[in-house]
T-cell receptor
Framework: DAKTTQPPSMDCAEGRAANLPCNHSTISGNEYVYWYRQIHSQGPQYIIHGLKNNETNEMASLIITEDRKSSTLILPHATLRDTAVYYCIVRERSNDYKLSFGAGTTVTVRA | SAVISQKPSRDICQRGTSLTIQCQVDSQVTMMFWYRQQPGQSLTLIATANQGSEATYESGFVIDKFPISRPNLTFSTLTVSNMSPEDSSIYLC?????????FGSGTRLTVV
């Protein structure tokens, strides 16, 4: 069963912020939200994860709603190299070691 | 992040033959994971390989078709047996790190 829902595709302009939504309305209290991306012909790359607080690292920011039923990945200044498929995944960190990939969002950054 | 070396990076194989894919990690890990990505699709977990025990296979995948070896804590192999064109996919290995999973660059398999 799909635990997350993402739009199939989105375009964004180079240099602008890209906001990628993800719905996870059935998330449980001990499940984390993970984001990965897969650039064409490469393996998936870890971006960021969070439980309930907003998180930021050198790649992106993760905004999780107060009820935790949805989140947004923000790429602050999208570049052409950010063109990829972005996957939002929820999983328990302690027990369920499996990563279940949905269809993801194909993000195309345009000059 | 762990460095994962996967070989071969790509291969073209005749139907009915078998291909063994190797995955080498630069540090010891308890579990290694094998995924398949069919053309235009997302990733699907094939099995989890623990050192010293039988691999655990996901629904729809069986040991006879995808035998896995895990001889030590830094190495694993996945064999795709008796290949058919439907096995044409990218096969990836992965390990869990502190903040998430690291993936190899994948093996692009084409069966003709």
């Amino acid at each position: 069963d799909a635990k997350t829902t993402q739009p199939p595709s989105m375009d964004c302009a180079e240099g602008r912020a890209a906001n990628l939504p993800c719905n996870h309305s059935t998330i449980s209290g001990n499940e984390y939200v993970y984001w990965y991306r897969q650039i064409h012909s490469q393996g998936p790359q870890y971006i960021i994860h969070g439980l309930k607080n907003n998180e930021t690292n050198e790649m992106a920011s993760l905004i999780i709603t107060e009820d935790r039923k949805s989140s947004t990945l923000i790429l602050p200044h999208a570049t052409l190299r950010d063109t990829a498929v972005y996957y939002c995944i929820v999983r328990e960190r302690s027990n369920d070691y499996k990563l279940s990939f949905g269809a993801g969002t194909t993000v195309t950054v345009r000059a | 992040s762990a460095v994962i070396s996967q070989k071969p990076s790509r291969d073209i194989c005749q139907r009915g033959t078998s291909l063994t894919i190797q995955c080498q990690v630069d540090s010891q890990v308890t579990m290694m994971f094998w995924y398949r990505q069919q053309p235009g699709q997302s990733l699907t977990l094939i099995a989890t390989a623990n050192q010293g025990s039988e691999a655990t296979y996901e629904s729809g995948f069986v040991i006879d078709k995808f035998p896995i070896s895990r001889p030590n804590l830094t190495f694993s192999t996945l064999t795709v047996s008796n290949m058919s064109p439907e096995d044409s996919s990218i096969y990836l290995c992965s390990v869990e790190r502190r903040n998430g999973y690291t993936f190899g660059s994948g093996t692009r398999l084409t069966v003709v």
